[in-house]
């Protein structure tokens, strides 16, 4: 049985980036509906969103399976598409896309 390494990197990004999604929504949702005080002082509301930096964990733990991939010399093909998709999930934890949403 083969182990494919970038595979599992690549289902645990995808992961990580569709809860980042659905949390961005939800701020998304939350701004939208909030009136003119809370919008002005958002930055609050938006702290107690601060639990998605725990998806940096998945994220170590997707790019741990990256590199035993890579040490494994597993195809170019999923390497690099587990990267790009590794790359991916990690810029969204950071980056505040709710606001593309509107």
């Known amino acids: 049985m083969k182990k494919y390494y970038s595979v599992i990197s690549l289902l645990i990004s995808i992961v990580v980036i569709l809860f980042l999604i659905s949390i961005n929504m939800n701020i998304a949702h939350r701004y939208v509906n909030a009136d003119g005080k809370t919008k002005a002082l958002f930055w609050l509301i938006e702290l107690s969103y601060s639990f998605k930096y725990y998806f940096l964990i998945c994220s170590l733990i ?7 991939a890579i040490k ?3 195809a170019k093909i999923y390497i690099f ?4 998709i590794l790359i991916i ?3 969204s934890i950071f980056i505040s896309f ?3 949403f509107m």
Not at 62 to 68: A, V
Not at 81 to 84: E, P, Q, V
């Open 62 to 68: 997707s790019s741990l399976f990256l590199f035993k």
């Open 72 to 74: 494994k010399r597993e």
């Open 81 to 84: 598409a587990s990267l790009f």
């Open 89 to 91: 999930s990690l810029l």
């Open 98 to 100: 709710w606001n593309f």
